[in-house]
C-alpha cells in the first residue's frame, strides 16, 4: 500500500510563494507519473503541474506557467511544488497524486492511483 504525505499549504497574500511537498511512502512500487490538482469550492478539480518520473519532464498547466516550478527528490520519492506570484484564484485544496503506471494522459487525473490527504492554499487580495 502507498501513503501520500503532503504538506506545506498556508495563507499568503497576493505575490507570496509558498513550496508544497509530497512524499510517497510504503511498499515498493514502481512510479510512472506524480502530480499536483487542486480544487477550489464550486469548482472541479483540476490539473496544475506533474513530473514523468522516468525523464524528469515536468507539465504545467497554463493557468500556472511560469509561476509555478515543480521538481523532485527522486531517491526520496517526493516532489515539491514551489508557488511564486501567488493569485487569489489559485486559492483551493491542492492535492499530489501518484500514477504507478504508464498512461496516456498525464494530466487526466482518471489515471492517478493514489492521492495525498490534501493541502489548503489560501492567497488573500
Known amino acids: 500500500q502507498v501513503q501520500l504525505v503532503e504538506s506545506g499549504g498556508g495563507l499568503v497574500q497576493t505575490g507570496g510563494s509558498l513550496r508544497l511537498s509530497c512524499a510517497a511512502s510504503?511498499?515498493?512500487?514502481?512510479?510512472?507519473?506524480m502530480g499536483w490538482f487542486r480544487q477550489a469550492p464550486g469548482k472541479e478539480r483540476e490539473f496544475v503541474a506533474a513530473i514523468n518520473w522516468s525523464g524528469g519532464i515536468n507539465y504545467y498547466a497554463d493557468s500556472v506557467k511560469g509561476r509555478f516550478i515543480n521538481s523532485r527528490d527522486a531517491d526520496k520519492n517526493t516532489v515539491y511544488l514551489q508557488m511564486n506570484s501567488l493569485k487569489p484564484e489559485d486559492t483551493a485544496v491542492y492535492y499530489c497524486?501518484?500514477?504507478?503506471?504508464?498512461?496516456?494522459?498525464?494530466?487526466?487525473?482518471?489515471?492517478?492511483?493514489?492521492w495525498g490527504q490534501g493541502t489548503q492554499v489560501t492567497v488573500s487580495s
Open positions: 510504503g511498499r515498493t512500487f514502481s512510479i510512472y507519473a
Open positions: 497524486a501518484l500514477d504507478r503506471s504508464y498512461s496516456s494522459n498525464i494530466r487526466n487525473s482518471r489515471n492517478y492511483d493514489y
